[in-house]
């Protein structure tokens, strides 16, 4: 398997609170992503990294950052949580380029209540 | 939007069928990818067909692309309960390098 680990792996939290789930690998790929996983909406895309404090928004980026200081950590912080923010969030690492096969995280099931 | 959008939503079948599956996309890709998601897991990578190809195989696994028509399907055969699975189209674009999902297909195969 991929070296790529999700942190917490499950979170509650109250409404109005800053909230960050961390995704770490350890396979040196250069890009990193994070998507939320809803029921009726498959995955979105929240945010992306092509490098090193490198990012670009999704699909879905508003109320979201993220952060990427060292290539193995991306950083996904919610500013001040709200109760739509209640997903499955899931990080994705890949080499990029030719080589676009994405690894997947096991998810961090955050709720806001 | 999601780039990806699958069809059907939701396929039932009996073991040993084949299932079929179909995305259609919006922009121009890069490649396409599928990938199949067990229940309350991570995606795992099936199988990338670039956009100069046509048809690519893999095991019980067929896929082909029809970048005229912007649509892909993925084809299992014979089919085990193994395979009941949620399957899911990705679209990479190439020079963002961002992967955009589709919203996915239940698969359930019925013993």
């Known amino acids: 398997d991929a070296g790529i680990t999700q942190s917490p792996r499950h979170k509650v939290t109250e409404t109005g609170t800053p909230v960050t789930l961390r995704c770490h690998q350890t396979?040196?790929?250069?890009?990193m992503y994070w998507y939320r996983q809803d029921p009726g909406h498959g995955l979105r895309l929240i945010h992306y990294?092509?490098?090193?404090?490198?990012?670009d928004k999704g699909e879905v980026s508003d109320g979201y950052s993220v952060s990427r200081s060292k290539t193995e950590d991306f950083l996904l912080t919610l500013e001040s949580a709200t109760s739509s923010q209640t997903s499955v969030y899931f990080c994705?690492?890949?080499?990029?380029?030719?080589?676009?096969?994405?690894?997947f995280g096991q998810g961090t099931r955050l709720t806001v209540v | 939007s999601q780039q990806g959008e699958e069809d059907p939503q939701a396929l039932s079948i009996q073991e040993g069928e084949n299932a079929t599956m179909n995305c259609s996309y919006k922009?121009?890709?890069?490649?396409l990818q599928w990938y199949r998601q067990n229940s309350g897991r991570g995606l795992v990578h099936l199988i990338l067909?670039?956009?100069?190809?046509r048809e690519k195989h893999s095991g019980r696994l067929r896929v082909t692309l029809d970048t005229s028509k912007k649509s892909s399907s993925l084809l299992i055969t014979a089919s085990r309960a193994a395979d009941t699975a949620s399957y899911f189209c990705?679209?990479?674009?190439?020079?963002?390098?961002?992967?955009?999902f589709g919203q996915g297909t239940r698969l359930t195969i019925n013993p």
């Open positions: 067909i670039r956009s100069n190809e």
């Open positions: 990294s092509y490098g090193v404090k490198d990012t």
């Open positions: 990705a679209i990479h674009d190439g020079g963002a390098q961002k992967l955009v």
């Open positions: 396979e040196n790929h250069r890009y």
């Open positions: 922009t121009s890709i890069n490649n």
């Open positions: 994705a690492i890949s080499q990029g380029r030719d080589n676009a096969e994405a690894f």
